[in-house]
């Protein structure tokens, strides 16, 4: 679906990208976080759309903490995590009221904040946009992605897994989601593949490995790559720091790089 709404908040983003998971818990909300900050440092203008009801978590890896959220003529002003507006944050967190209260809402409630989350953030000029979504293949799913084509063809989805054959599992399942929905898959990343010892350096398989790698080819999907466990990367997370300028040596940082610049070739040149 080509991009219809001239006017629309989304009318001046490039390119708009989902990262999926079938399950919560593998680490969807930090490789969306760290995603943003190599394209980022990649020189893109890039937003995070955290839609994440149940867990909204990016605003605190980002260390922005839960400001005051302003309206402008065409809708809600997104929170910049830097003086040069590179990196923008909108995240369905700033919005609750208390970020301790369980949303328990029913589905109708969840898909009307939804549609109207995604369609009045006024986005202004970006490169990327991804978007973190819920865990699982639910009517949020769809309430995120129908909004978002109403305004801007969606470049396709990243699948988030990690090793085991219980977590490929549900991902296979998100599979069958984006193909039903007609969603371009850009790729699988497995994370938490491996341990990185803080003391040597060395990657042990604690849960096992390849589970990511194996899903891509039986599926034909892309193989983005895979990102271990880091205590150093967990460490930056927790107190809202940038891994990627404060450990640019580490394999981590490496492997995170080459999954944002294959991203970035792949909806270039889709």
Not at 49 to 60: A, E, F, K, Q, T
Not at 198 to 212: L, M, R, T, V
Request: glycine share 10%; charged share 20%.
């Amino acid at each position: 679906m080509e991009q219809n709404n001239e006017g629309g908040n989304l009318a001046q983003v490039q390119h708009v990208v989902l990262i999926l998971s079938g399950k919560g818990g593998v680490g969807k909300s930090t490789l969306t976080t760290e995603l943003a900050l190599a394209l980022r440092h990649a020189g893109k203008k890039v937003g995070i759309l955290d839609v994440d009801l149940c867990g909204p978590s990016i605003p605190r890896m980002l260390s922005v903490g839960k400001p005051e959220v302003h309206q402008c003529d065409s809708g809600w002003v997104p929170v910049y995590t830097d003086a040069q507006k590179s990196l923008a944050l909108m995240s369905i967190g700033f919005l609750l009221e208390d970020p301790d209260e369980a949303v328990v809402w029913r589905g109708p409630k969840k898909t009307a904040l939804i549609g109207q989350f995604v369609s009045d953030v006024a986005w202004g000029e970006l490169d990327v946009l991804l978007v973190d979504t819920p865990p699982g293949t639910s009517d949020e799913h769809l309430a995120v992605l129908e909004n978002l084509k109403k305004q801007h063809k969606v470049d396709g989805a990243i699948l988030i897994t990690t090793p085991q054959a219980v977590s490929t599992g549900d991902v296979r399942r998100e599979i069958t989601f984006c193909k039903k929905t007609g969603l371009r898959i850009l790729g699988i990343v497995e994370n938490m593949s491996g341990f990185v010892c803080p003391h040597c350096s060395e990657c042990s398989n604690i849960f096992s490995k390849g589970g990511g790698e194996e899903l891509a080819k039986l599926t034909g999907s892309v193989y983005l790559g895979s990102v271990p466990l880091d205590p150093l990367l967990t460490t930056s997370i927790e107190e809202g720091k940038d891994f990627i300028q404060t450990f640019p040596d580490s394999a981590t940082f490496s492997a995170i790089n080459s999954i944002a610049q294959t991203l970035l070739t792949s909806i270039q040149d889709p």
